[in-house]
């Protein structure tokens, strides 16, 4: 078991100043950060309801009266901690663009359908062994504006909650050999390029569902040496 939180793992997340991501700069702290501890009340409320969590949240592509259009996925894996122990009842979420690469949101109007059977949004609590699992629509990719010609990769967004608010975590789950890699400042803002593949899913055949979806592995390590890359960090 870890006993002392490694801080060298930090170096795996994302510079809080990034300024080819232009909106960090005005974001980034000037000055130095200083550590808050915690008290108790903090570290057990409020808490944000687990048990709200309602059959159906999980898969994306039946909350509607018709079925989204796009590729259907499975997007599963495992929340573990630092020494891969998988981590019960963490409240996982997600939001993502549709098909066509456009968000349910009144500040996304670039010139993309949207799709009325896809909100772009579910959640699951993981089990016993940190397991969980969405059904979902593959993103597209999407303008947005950062510098010409700028593109954002095709991702998902995770948040993985504990017990309380202040223990929540925010990452984005990519797919594999993407080519706007290369371009995309939010991806590069993590320097370490190890701790940045840890951010792409890998391709997992043995759990495609025949004539129905593509599964993609994405395991959420929350801190360590293999911790994954993460934005609240």
Same mark, same amino acid.
């Given at each position: 078991?870890?006993?002392? #939180?490694?801080?060298?793992? =930090?170096?795996?997340?994302?510079?809080?100043?990034?300024? @080819? #991501?232009?909106?960090?700069?005005?974001?980034?702290? /000037?000055?130095?950060?200083?550590?808050?501890?915690?008290?108790?009340?903090?570290?057990? !409320?409020?808490? #944000?309801?687990?048990?709200? *969590?309602?059959?159906?949240?999980?898969?994306?592509?039946?909350?509607?009266?018709?079925?989204?259009?796009? @590729?259907?996925?499975?997007?599963?894996?495992? &929340? $573990?901690?630092?020494?891969?122990?998988? &981590?019960? /009842?963490?409240?996982? @979420?997600?939001?993502?663009?549709?098909?066509? !690469?456009?968000?349910?949101? *009144?500040?996304?109007?670039? +010139?993309?359908?949207?799709?009325?059977?896809?909100?772009?949004?579910?959640?699951?609590?993981?089990?016993?062994?940190?397991?969980?699992?969405?059904?979902?629509?593959?993103?597209?990719? #999407?303008?947005?504006? /950062?510098?010409? =010609?700028?593109? $954002?990769?095709?991702?998902?967004?995770?948040?993985?909650?504990?017990?309380?608010? &202040?223990?929540?975590? *925010?990452?984005?789950?990519?797919?594999?050999?993407?080519?706007?890699?290369?371009?995309? +400042?939010?991806? =590069?803002? &993590?320097?370490?390029?190890?701790?940045?593949?840890?951010?792409?899913?890998?391709?997992?055949?043995? =759990?495609?569902?025949?004539?129905?979806?593509?599964?993609?592995?994405?395991?959420?390590?929350?801190?360590?040496?293999?911790?994954?890359?993460?934005?609240?960090?």
């Amino acid at each position: 078991m870890t006993f002392i #939180y490694p801080t060298d793992s =930090n170096k795996a997340h994302p510079l809080p100043l990034s300024p @080819e #991501y232009k909106s960090s700069i005005k974001r980034a702290p /000037n000055k130095p950060l200083i550590p808050m501890r915690h008290t108790l009340s903090e570290l057990t !409320g409020p808490v #944000y309801g687990h048990e709200t *969590v309602r059959e159906g949240d999980a898969d994306l592509t039946t909350q509607h009266t018709g079925e989204p259009l796009g @590729e259907r996925i499975i997007v599963h894996g495992h &929340v $573990r901690d630092e020494d891969g122990r998988g &981590v019960p /009842n963490s409240l996982v @979420e997600i939001w993502q663009a549709n098909s066509c !690469g456009r968000y349910v949101h *009144v500040r996304d109007q670039h +010139p993309a359908p949207l799709d009325p059977n896809f909100t772009g949004a579910g959640r699951t609590v993981s089990d016993a062994a940190g397991y969980y699992r969405f059904v979902t629509i593959k993103p597209g990719a #999407y303008p947005w504006g /950062n510098h010409h =010609n700028a593109w $954002r990769p095709a991702h998902i967004h995770l948040s993985v909650f504990g017990h309380s608010f &202040v223990t929540r975590l *925010v990452t984005q789950m990519y797919f594999p050999a993407d080519p706007l890699f290369p371009f995309d +400042p939010i991806f =590069n803002s &993590v320097p370490d390029e190890t701790a940045r593949a840890r951010m792409v899913s890998s391709f997992d055949l043995e =759990n495609t569902q025949p004539e129905w979806a593509l599964c993609y592995r994405f395991d959420i390590v929350l801190r360590g040496k293999n911790a994954t890359p993460m934005e609240t960090k």
